[in-house]
């Protein structure tokens, strides 16, 4: 957990307990309440703001201020200390004089007008903050997302059956690229095997029906899902229209699977007793991916990266298959695999100790990053950057970035990432013979 949601976390718990206390001694539960929450208000939700309005956008990415953030996120905040201060007071005076009460003030006639605008509130602010909870309160706070009226691409077909023809010429690169790299992308969902699998189609991917892109996939964390790639957090779609318009990576298609297994549980990705996540991946996902869509369908010119454990999980997938991924990376991911997740095949299934066995001629680019104040996952990864290191491995980018185990630190080390991509894939990889990709 990162700082962000710590504090939040922390804060709440302080008004709830100091609400018990307080309310206990005072019998008076609504002025706790609302001292509760002016509390709240001078140790989490000032400094807050204060903060974010001197935090810097993630290096490498514009990004304008999200007015609808900087109003609902501290809502939310707020709804989570009254939570917390309504829980805590009850606990101090008890919940029947709660419950007497609100019988009679339902039945005052002055307070049904209030109630719409009231149930509109908390709507408002639970969305607030649950996106607080799952992302940081701050990701809300910031859009990186193309400016507001610009052009926007056409919808892109939901795939193009019978597009990956071996036979078929490389097109040449395409005279108006630097227009087309402007067009914001689209995204998009399919399923694969009964599981969903979104999509992030750049604009000039309908443009030019003729140009067929270089593949990136994307592994969320645990718990999570493909769509927190795409949520505020992550913020996909914009990241990627800003980097390919401005020439830093070229444009490419992002895949983004959803690897639970059964009720949502953790796979690390692997095949595992809860789903065979890996082998639908690699036997599944990327056939389809490359048979529907016009892709470039060489190792060069597909990579693969993740978070937390979905950073665990495109390591280990990379080096279990290293001829079909010619570039890997990990944000703030660890390198050991679970025993109580793989079983006895926690061995054969932990990069740590798998590095060795990957071939050289096949040992693929990798990245490694990790947040300053994310002291486990930062030791994990300088453990696995020191072995390859020792292994003599060709390629290797290791950063550490501000922030903790969170999306401040992850879109970082997305965008280190993939400028570091664009630049080992140039700028028109379908113009590149596969041979000088891969070099």
Known sequence: MDRQRGTLLASSLVVLVAAAAVSALS???????????????????????????????????????????????PLGMLLLAAVAALVGAALGTGLARDAARLPRLVRRRWTWPLAPPLAALVVISALAAGTALEYGPQSALQDYG???????????????????????????????????????????????????????????YTADPSIRLPVLYLLHGSPGDPEEWFGSGGQLQGVLDQMIAT?????????????????????????????????????????????????LAERADRGI???????????????????????????????????????????????LYTASTVPRAERMPLYLGAGAEDYAFRADTAQFAATLRRLGWPSLDVQTVPGGHGWVAWRAELVQSLTWLGRLWGSAPWATPPAAAAG
């Open 27 to 73: 019998r008076r539960p609504w002025p706790t309440r609302a001292g509760s929450l002016a509390g709240f208000c001078g140790i989490e939700i000032i400094p807050f703001l204060i903060h974010a309005a001197s935090a810097p956008s993630t290096p490498g990415l514009r990004a304008r201020p999200d007015i609808a953030g900087w109003i609902t996120q």
């Open 146 to 204: 193309p400016p507001r009226g610009a052009p926007v691409a056409a919808a892109s077909p939901a795939a193009t059956p019978g597009a990956a023809h071996p036979t078929e010429p490389t097109p040449e690169p395409t005279p108006d690229l630097a227009e087309l790299r402007q067009l914001p992308g689209s995204t998009t969902a399919i399923l694969v095997g009964g599981r969903q699998v979104d999509l992030y189609l750049p604009g000039i």
């Open 247 to 295: 020439g830093t990576i070229p444009p490419l298609i992002a895949v983004v699977p959803d690897g639970n297994g059964t009720n949502s549980q953790d796979t690390e990705w692997g095949d595992v007793a809860n789903g065979d996540i890996e082998s639908w991946l690699v036997g599944q996902v990327v056939p389809t991916i490359d048979g529907r869509y016009r892709t």
């Open 305 to 351: 990266a993740g978070l937390s454990s979905g950073g665990f999980g495109a390591v280990n997938i990379a080096f279990q298959h290293p001829t079909l991924f010619g570039w890997a990376g990990s944000f703030s991911g660890y390198f050991v695999a679970l025993s109580g997740i793989f079983g006895s095949a926690w061995r054969a299934n932990s990069p």
